[in-house]
């Protein structure tokens, strides 16, 4: 491992961060304007893909890297849906979080999470009917029976478990103590303010599947797949998020991963490059199920490829081929070349799917290090740490 002094050698640190705006807060949102909603996905596609542009206010400034937090409101036919269950009309006036008064209709619709549901609502409910509680619901209480409530839970909604457990929820109010807030999602910014000076924009996959017996829609990909035309008001904020940031040496190579909607940050990094003329080299691995349907911002890449922004292209789609080829799989292909980039000084960029993709990644950069210096694995773990604590190594995963 000749060449590790590279990555030992004194970092580059990451680009300083913009002053933020903190006028708005998932608190107190910005009421921004949908000024672009198109899908990116083809027809053919399993996946629906969205390109989500939001007007800024003058003096909102972000970073390439940060996340735009979107406060989403539940369906109309959802809120309508469980209001006829429980038997109320809607108007009834409850407290919500802050002890402000509104309307049950209003709080369903804003305030509570009536979607996927979760085992503390299990808790809470059955909490409501004390000693009458029916077998069923007792069934899923406790720590003994944790895994049966978590197999309860998934796929099911609100509405599942007071159809199954009814008449236990007399009290509007009572559903302030059952359901969870309805909670702001984070999206990885798609921009960059030197390209966009007053947009965000975000790559959004609108989360959809059958469970049950129902057709569920995740409740802020869903509002901004089916809700949020070109015109629409949305609350939005801004996330600071210092982890993940281009280096300050803005002629250190970069080498990103971001298969699926972690391409996001990906395209905010190269429009930042772009825009203010970063001479550093650029290499972009993306991955999608089909390269006919899936392949999110296509045209922009090709065309970075052919301007030389892109330094290296490369793309892995899994159901393209008879063998499923994923992003791990074009690292370790291009061994020689990841290893030659890390000793060059690249920053390495993972960002997406936390519950596979980062793990098989990092399994890829680990060999292709291993490879390169002819070393063990164990070698290749520290030259790996060494990166980590250079801030070499950047993950945004989720
Ligand atoms: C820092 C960060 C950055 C992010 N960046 C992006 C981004 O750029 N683009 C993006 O699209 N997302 C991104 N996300 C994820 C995003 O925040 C949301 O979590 C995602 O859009 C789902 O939210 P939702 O409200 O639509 O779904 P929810 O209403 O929260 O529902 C999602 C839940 O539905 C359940 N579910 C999903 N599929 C099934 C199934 N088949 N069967 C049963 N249950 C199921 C699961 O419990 C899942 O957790 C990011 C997250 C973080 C933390």
Same mark, same amino acid.
């Given at each position: 491992?000749?060449?590790?002094?590279?990555? #030992?050698?004194?970092?580059?640190?990451?680009?300083?961060?913009?002053?933020?705006?903190?006028?708005?807060?998932?608190?107190?949102?910005?009421?921004?304007?949908?000024?672009?909603?198109?899908?990116?996905?083809? &027809?053919?596609?399993?996946?629906?893909?969205?390109?989500?542009?939001?007007?800024?206010?003058?003096?909102?400034?972000?970073?390439?890297?940060?996340?735009?937090?979107?406060?989403? #409101?539940?369906?109309?036919?959802?809120?309508?849906?469980?209001?006829?269950?429980?038997?109320?009309? =809607?108007?009834?006036?409850?407290?919500?979080?802050?002890?402000?008064?509104?309307?049950?209709?209003?709080?369903?619709? %804003?305030?509570?999470?009536?979607?996927?549901?979760?085992?503390?609502?299990?808790?809470?409910?059955?909490?409501?009917?004390?000693?009458?509680?029916? /077998?069923?619901?007792?069934?899923?209480?406790?720590?003994?029976?944790?895994?049966?409530?978590?197999?309860?839970?998934?796929?099911?909604?609100?509405?599942?478990?007071?159809?199954?457990?009814?008449?236990? *929820?007399?009290? &509007?109010?009572?559903?302030?103590?059952?359901?969870?807030?309805?909670?702001?999602?984070?999206?990885?910014?798609?921009?960059?303010?030197?390209?966009?000076?007053?947009?965000?924009?975000? #790559?959004?996959?609108?989360?959809?599947?059958?469970?049950?017996?129902?057709?569920?829609?995740?409740?802020?990909?869903?509002?901004?797949? /089916?809700?949020? +035309?070109?015109?629409?008001?949305? +609350?939005?904020?801004?996330?600071?998020?210092?982890?993940?940031?281009?280096?300050?040496?803005?002629?250190?190579?970069?080498?990103?991963?971001?298969? =699926?909607?972690?391409?996001?940050?990906?395209?905010?990094?190269?429009?930042?490059?772009?825009?203010?003329?970063?001479?550093?080299?650029?290499?972009?691995?993306?991955?999608?199920?089909?390269?006919?349907?899936?392949?999110?911002? !296509?045209?922009?890449?090709?065309?970075?490829? !052919?301007?030389?922004?892109?330094?290296?292209?490369? %793309?892995?789609?899994?159901?393209?081929?008879?063998?499923?080829?994923?992003?791990?799989?074009?690292?370790?292909?291009?061994?020689?070349? *990841?290893?030659?980039?890390?000793?060059?000084?690249?920053?390495?960029? *993972?960002?997406?799917?936390?519950?596979?993709?980062?793990?098989? *990644?990092?399994?890829?950069?680990?060999?292709?290090?291993?490879?390169?210096?002819?070393?063990?694995?164990?070698?290749?773990?520290?030259?790996?740490?060494?990166?980590?604590?250079?801030?070499?190594?950047?993950?945004?995963?989720?």
């Amino acid at each position: 491992m000749s060449e590790t002094a590279t990555a #030992t050698s004194t970092p580059t640190k990451p680009a300083a961060a913009k002053i933020h705006d903190t006028k708005y807060t998932r608190n107190q949102p910005y009421s921004s304007k949908v000024l672009v909603n198109d899908r990116l996905t083809g &027809p053919e596609s399993e996946k629906e893909t969205i390109h989500i542009e939001l007007a800024l206010e003058e003096g909102m400034a972000y970073t390439p890297g940060d996340a735009v937090g979107i406060l989403p #409101t539940n369906r109309d036919a959802a809120v309508e849906a469980v209001l006829q269950v429980l038997g109320f009309s =809607g108007t009834e006036r409850v407290l919500d979080h802050y002890k402000v008064e509104i309307s049950l209709e209003e709080a369903l619709r %804003t305030r509570l999470g009536i979607g996927k549901l979760a085992r503390g609502s299990v808790t809470q409910l059955a909490k409501l009917c004390g000693e009458n509680c029916p /077998e069923g619901l007792k069934a899923l209480l406790g720590q003994e029976n944790k895994a049966q409530a978590e197999e309860y839970v998934w796929g099911r909604e609100f509405i599942d478990l007071v159809k199954e457990f009814p008449g236990i *929820v007399t009290e &509007p109010q009572q559903l302030f103590n059952i359901l969870q807030r309805l909670t702001p999602r984070m999206y990885s910014i798609a921009s960059s303010q030197a390209a966009h000076s007053d947009q965000v924009h975000t #790559t959004v996959r609108v989360v959809r599947y059958t469970a049950h017996g129902a057709d569920r829609q995740g409740i802020a990909s869903g509002h901004l797949g /089916e809700r949020a +035309p070109v015109g629409a008001e949305m +609350p939005i904020f801004l996330h600071e998020n210092n982890a993940f940031r281009l280096p300050e040496d803005t002629s250190a190579p970069v080498i990103m991963i971001g298969p =699926g909607t972690g391409i996001a940050p990906f395209r905010a990094f190269l429009e930042e490059r772009q825009a203010t003329g970063q001479k550093g080299e650029n290499w972009l691995i993306f991955g999608e199920q089909r390269s006919v349907s899936d392949y999110l911002y !296509k045209e922009q890449f090709l065309s970075m490829e !052919k301007d030389g922004l892109l330094t290296k292209l490369s %793309t892995a789609f899994s159901r393209d081929t008879h063998k499923k080829v994923y992003v791990q799989d074009r690292m370790q292909e291009n061994a020689a070349e *990841v290893y030659a980039w890390l000793e060059r000084g690249a920053y390495f960029y *993972v960002c997406g799917d936390a519950s596979r993709m980062a793990k098989d *990644v990092e399994t890829a950069l680990l060999d292709c290090i291993a490879k390169g210096c002819n070393g063990t694995l164990e070698h290749a773990a520290e030259y790996l740490a060494c990166m980590k604590k250079n801030k070499r190594y950047q993950r945004d995963v989720y």
